[in-house]
Antibody, heavy 125, light 108 residues
Framework: EVQLVQSGAEVKEPGESLTISCKGS????????INWVRQMPGKGLEWMGR????????YYSPSFEGHVSFSVDKSIATAYLQWSSLKAADTAIYYC??????????????????WGKGTTVIVSS | EIVLTQSPGTLSLSPGERATLSCRAS???????LAWYQQQPGQAPRLLIY???SRATGIPDRFSGSGSDTDFTLTISRLEPEDFAVYYC?????????FGQGTKLEIK
């Protein structure tokens, strides 16, 4: 079974650092980009960016660049989302999701076909 | 950045009825780059439709997608109790994904 298993919930204070993880299994991990998606309480989905596990190339949404960083250890099929200094506004659920790419008829497609269950991050003093 | 606007914000229907959800893009989207996701309360999103109209693995055929250019639609032909959830459209362009704000499908 293809799955992404995320690390457990975190409660942190403002200014602290944090790393959460996303471990892939059931497929060849380097073949699929890992994307990170934020969902603030009661709100919609926001794409944060992605990392290519094969070469660690990253792309950040402008809304998140400079505030978070992505990394990967393909030897253990795990991607990471890191903050160096958390803010209260970082309180959210964070999902990792695998990108699948292919062709359907005359179109290429790029969708997020497998999602982790999410990691809840609470930042509060 | 392409902005996706979903309508309505909330849709109230009864089981057995037909649901039509709209997603409008601020500029033209390649059809392959439009997807729909379902999110149940307390759960992660699930891919329903990719490339505008292709159902993901395990998705029942009561779900269908259509559209082109800037206007896309998710249709649920006959609502089942488990279909009441939040639905998001998503597009991929310029190396980025963007999501619509979501449509909440609630039981009338």
């Amino acid at each position: 079974e293809v799955q992404l298993v995320q690390s457990g919930a975190e409660v942190k204070e403002p200014g602290e650092s944090l790393t959460i993880s996303c471990k892939g299994s059931g497929y060849f991990f380097p073949n699929h980009w890992i994307n990170w998606v934020r969902q603030m309480p009661g709100k919609g989905l926001e794409w944060m960016g992605r990392i290519d596990p094969s070469d660690s190339y990253t792309y950040y949404s402008p809304s998140f660049e400079g505030h978070v960083s992505f990394s990967v250890d393909k030897s253990i099929a795990t991607a990471y989302l890191q903050w160096s200094s958390l803010k209260a506004a970082d309180t959210a659920i964070y999902y990792c999701a695998r990108r699948v790419a292919g062709a359907e008829g005359r179109y290429y497609y790029y969708s997020l076909d497998v999602w982790g269950k999410g990691t809840t991050v609470i930042v509060s003093s | 950045e392409i902005v996706l606007t979903q309508s309505p914000g909330t849709l109230s229907l009864s089981p057995g009825e037909r649901a039509t959800l709209s997603c409008r893009a601020s500029q033209s989207i390649t059809s392959g780059y439009l997807a729909w996701y379902q999110q149940q309360p307390g759960q992660a999103p699930r891919l329903l439709i990719y490339a505008t109209s292709s159902r993901a693995t395990g998705i029942p055929d009561r779900f269908s997608g259509s559209g082109s250019d800037t206007d896309f639609t998710l249709t649920i032909s006959r609502l089942e109790p488990e279909d009441f959830a939040v639905y998001y459209c998503q597009q991929y362009g310029s190396s980025m994904y963007t999501f619509g704000q979501g449509t909440k499908l609630e039981i009338k």
